[in-house]
């Protein structure tokens, strides 16, 4: 292990992720709902057209439509028939058990909010900048237990990574690390510092709003190779 200076540059709090609904993604749920010719429809009217097609159904019915496709065969019929009754009232992308869904369950949320107005419940995400600086290379090629890591130890210990995964973030293998950022890209790196761009639920990272500069433990990320 070895200590690293964290900074977070710069946070937002969002209420969509970034690049989370296409045109085409727009025109497949067009087509999903037997709406004719959707590719004729110029760019700039698909989503107000697709949303529009929603409202045409019941809102347990669009839901089913929606997580259909963003969930694209990862859980049973039956399973996507709970959800789409549990999505009008239960944040889906923070309670449902399988982390690895939470960043479909969010932007199917989102989407449907804002066709229903407001009828599903608001998504809540962040949108933030880490700078690292220091032994950079100990984070590894697959950086995500390191950098989830990083974060908790510039959140408070009732943060609910703390809480939930104490274990894991002492070392060993911390596989929910990768669902946890929904998005870790790198901005800037050079050999001793590194910038992130990372997005992920309020639920799990709120906290690091409160953050400013401060030194952190780097755990290799071998660790996570030695413990398989």
């Keep these: 292990m070895s200590q690293i200076e964290a900074k977070v540059l710069s946070f937002e709090q969002v209420r969509e992720l970034p690049d989370s609904w296409s045109g085409v993604d727009y025109v ?7 709406y004719d010719n959707p590719q004729e429809i110029k760019d700039g009217e698909l989503k107000e057209m697709c949303m529009m097609s929603l409202t045409d159904f019941e809102p347990e019915e669009a839901a089913k439509i929606v997580l259909d496709y963003v969930i694209d065969g990862r859980l049973t019929e039956g399973q996507i028939e709970n959800l789409s009754h549990e999505i009008l009232t239960e944040k889906l992308w ?16 989102q ?9 599903f419940p608001r998504g809540e995400a962040v949108h933030f900048q880490l700078s690292i600086t220091g032994e950079i290379a100990e984070l590894g090629e697959q950086p995500e237990a390191a950098i ?9 210990d009732r943060s609910l990574i703390h809480r939930l995964f104490t274990d894991q973030l002492e070392g060993g293998k911390f596989e929910e690390a990768k669902d946890i950022l929904w998005k870790l890209e790198t ?42």
């Design 187 to 228: 901005i800037s790196r050079d050999e001793k510092s590194v910038t992130y761009d990372i997005v992920s639920s309020s639920y799990w990272l709120d906290e690091i709003k409160y953050a400013d500069t401060y030194q952190a433990e780097v755990i290799a990320s071998v660790a996570e190779e030695d413990a398989e």
């Design 94 to 109: 923070e309670e449902y058990p399988e982390l690895s869904l939470h960043p479909d369950l969010f932007r199917a949320t």
């Design 28 to 34: 497949n749920l067009l087509i999903t709902m037997d």
């Design 111 to 119: 989407l449907l909010y804002e066709a229903y107005n407001g009828k």
């Design 148 to 156: 989830v890591r990083i974060l908790a130890a510039g959140m408070s």
